[in-house]
């Protein structure tokens, strides 16, 4: 099991907080960045919290030449988020040779904040960097 980097998580100041086999957890300080004209965490930021923390969690049951990418994400807003840190808790629910379906809960402070599903196809790598590098 190994992490692996995101470079748009650094972009947001996301850290990796948990990882282990099938969960994974991500946080942010909320900062201005986050936020949209009211003040409150932006949904594409909340969004992407939940994104990740969903593909850390798949990522931890995948060996190293396998990867994946999102095929679907649904994401409720369930309240405002307005305080000083949110945090992504994910886990992978079901695992098929192909797919993985993965729940994540946002939270701020204790409260919950969003709920969203996420579904990831798995890749062999290799075959992932051939098919986009050969369009």
């Known amino acids: 099991m190994t ?3 995101i470079h748009f998580l650094k972009h947001i ?10 969960f994974a957890v991500l946080a942010f300080d909320i900062e201005d960045l986050h ?13 992407t919290l939940a994104d990740n923390a969903g593909w850390y969690a798949v990522r931890s049951l995948l060996s190293s030449e396998q990867s ?4 679907e994400l ?4 369930l309240k405002p988020v307005t305080g000083e840190m949110l945090r992504a808790e ?3 629910v079901n695992r098929t ?7 994540i809960e946002l939270f701020c402070k204790d409260l919950l904040v969003a709920y969203a599903t996420a579904t990831f196809a798995i890749n062999e790598e290799r075959k ?3 098919s986009v590098h050969s369009e």
Do not use: P
């Open 35 to 47: 936020k949209q004209h009211l003040g409150m965490v932006h949904g594409g930021a909340i969004a």
């Open 3 to 5: 992490t692996q980097e």
């Open 90 to 92: 994910a886990r992978v």
């Open 74 to 77: 649904k994401v409720n807003f």
């Open 128 to 130: 992932l960097t051939q």
């Open 97 to 103: 040779k192909r797919t993985a379906f993965t729940v």
């Open 68 to 71: 994946s990418v999102t095929i």
């Open 13 to 22: 100041k996301a850290e990796l907080i948990d990882y282990s086999e099938g």
